[in-house]
T-cell receptor
Framework: KQEVTQIPAALSVPEGENLVLNCSFT??????LQWFRQDPGKGLTSLLL???SQREQTSGRLNASLDKSSGRSTLYIAASQPGDSATYLC??????????WGAGTKLIIKP | EAGVTQSPTHLIKTRGQQVTLRCSPI?????VYWYQQALGLGLQFLLW???????NRGNFPPRFSGRQFPNYSSELNVNALELEDSALYLC?????????????FGSGTQLSVL
């Protein structure tokens, strides 16, 4: 059974720092891995999608990597800003086309 | 372009009642996914509809059901509500369940069961 774990559960850093969020999964048989952010009252926003054949994806200050063999993904946020404060979720699409979700990392960027 | 819309935004029900939640996908999207997010827990997959058919179902009892209409909007029905059904219910839309599709989420319906 696929399980997705995100560490840390919460993170607070000063504005301007670079930071890394971690996501691990137990079964390497995935179609893709996605990173989302969740803002209170605003649902989820897709940030990056990495296909199983890809190693990384970049969008602006965000870079996500995927190491399928070790069951790990990282989301790197460069030059963090207060507007980056949100809960970040990772999800893997398993062999049944279901998205299996981590519990999220709550990120607070202090001005 | 309108995003995924869900209604109502908030709902309060009592145990044993029935509830219907609604979702309109992004124009052109044929897939609708329903998720439950209980407080402090990760999203749990409920149902996936595509082209009017139920394509997949999560590990939830039969009192959770739904349907997708010809215009691709969808309803989630929950019968015989229980206290543990209190959660944020999120709907997402995508393009035919492709493995390279991004999902677009609505803001959710917050259901409280008293």
């Amino acid at each position: 059974k696929q399980e997705v774990t995100q560490i840390p559960a919460a993170l607070s850093v000063p504005e301007g720092e670079n930071l890394v969020l971690n996501c691990s999964f137990t079964d390497s048989a995935i179609y893709n891995l996605q990173w989302f952010r969740q803002d209170p009252g605003k649902g989820l926003t897709s940030l990056l999608l990495i296909q199983s054949s890809q190693r990384e994806q970049t969008s602006g200050r965000l870079n996500a990597s995927l190491d399928k063999s070790s069951g790990r993904s990282t989301l790197y946020i460069a030059a963090s800003q207060p507007g980056d404060s949100a809960t970040y979720l990772c999800a893997v699409m398993d062999s049944n086309y279901q998205l299996i979700w981590g519990a999220g990392t709550k990120l607070i960027i202090k001005p | 372009e309108a995003g995924v819309t869900q209604s109502p935004t908030h709902l309060i029900k009592t145990r044993g009642q029935q509830v219907t939640l609604r979702c309109s996908p992004i124009s052109g999207h044929t897939s609708v996914y329903w998720y439950q997010q209980a407080l402090g827990l990760g999203l749990q997959f409920l149902l996936w509809y595509d082209e009017g058919e139920e394509r997949n179902r999560g590990n939830f009892p039969p009192r959770f059901s739904g349907r997708q209409f010809p215009n691709y909007s969808s309803e989630l029905n929950v019968n015989a509500l229980e206290l543990e059904d209190s959660a944020l219910y999120l709907c997402a839309s995508g393009d035919r369940g492709a493995t390279n599709e991004k999902l677009f989420f609505g803001s959710g319906t917050q259901l409280s069961v008293l």
